[in-house]
């Protein structure tokens, strides 16, 4: 689960990659309004490892490491 806030109206766009930095998921979440909001992400399919999740958000970019572990 993703928690994350968006400051003012924009489009929504968050990136998994693995420790390659090859993506292996990309989800649109769309035009989002001034908020905060949650993203279930299903992990079900991912081997235990680390990997790297990036939201963007009209151009902006944050990026951090996430460790799935089964």
């Known amino acids: 689960t993703f928690t994350y806030k968006v400051p003012e109206k924009c489009d929504v766009v968050f990136r998994i990659y693995d420790k390659n930095l090859k993506i292996i998921s990309e989800i649109n979440e769309g035009v989002k309004e001034e908020g905060t909001y949650t993203l279930n992400f299903n992990a079900e399919n991912l081997a235990s490892d680390v990997y790297i999740y990036e939201m963007n958000a009209n151009n902006r ?10």
């Open 61 to 70: 970019l944050v990026s951090k490491k996430m460790i799935h572990v089964k």
